[in-house]
Nanobody, 125 residues
Framework: QVQLVESGGGLVQPGGSLRLSCAAS????????IGWFRQAPGKEREGVSCTSSSRGSTYYADSVKGRFTSSRDNAKNTVYLQMNSLKPEDTAVYYCAASRTYYTGSYCLRSYDYWGQGTQVTVSS
């Protein structure tokens, strides 16, 4: 069964850190480009971090630059989103997504082949 499973969300105080994981099963993640997205209540889904086929080119939303870092461990077939200096406005459901589309450049695709179920991140004191 092909799926992406996120984990690592939770409640954290402002200024804290979380690391989200996105584990793939049923396919090999290193052949896919990865995107991290989030959706807050009443807001549209936004791309947080997207890595293109040229792995040195990763898009980060302005709101998370310098605080969030995406990475991958091909041996574990897992990608990560390290989130530091969290702010209340980072509160959202976070999703990972994978696509076989080959592209270069620093942006997120409009569509992805697979999506995870989402994990809630709440930043509050």
């Amino acid at each position: 069964q092909v799926q992406l499973v996120e984990s690592g969300g939770g409640l954290v105080q402002p200024g804290g850190s979380l690391r989200l994981s996105c584990a793939a099963s049923g396919f090999t993640l290193d052949r896919y480009v990865i995107g991290w997205f989030r959706q807050a209540p009443g807001k549209e889904r936004e791309g947080v971090s997207c890595t293109s086929s040229s792995r040195g080119s990763t898009y980060y939303a302005d709101s998370v630059k310098g605080r969030f870092t995406s990475s991958r461990d091909n041996a574990k077939n897992t990608v990560y989103l390290q989130m530091n200096s969290l702010k209340p406005e980072d509160t959202a459901v976070y999703y990972c997504a994978a696509s076989r589309t080959y592209y270069t450049g620093s942006y997120c695709l409009r569509s992805y082949d697979y999506w995870g179920q989402g994990t809630q991140v709440t930043v509050s004191s």
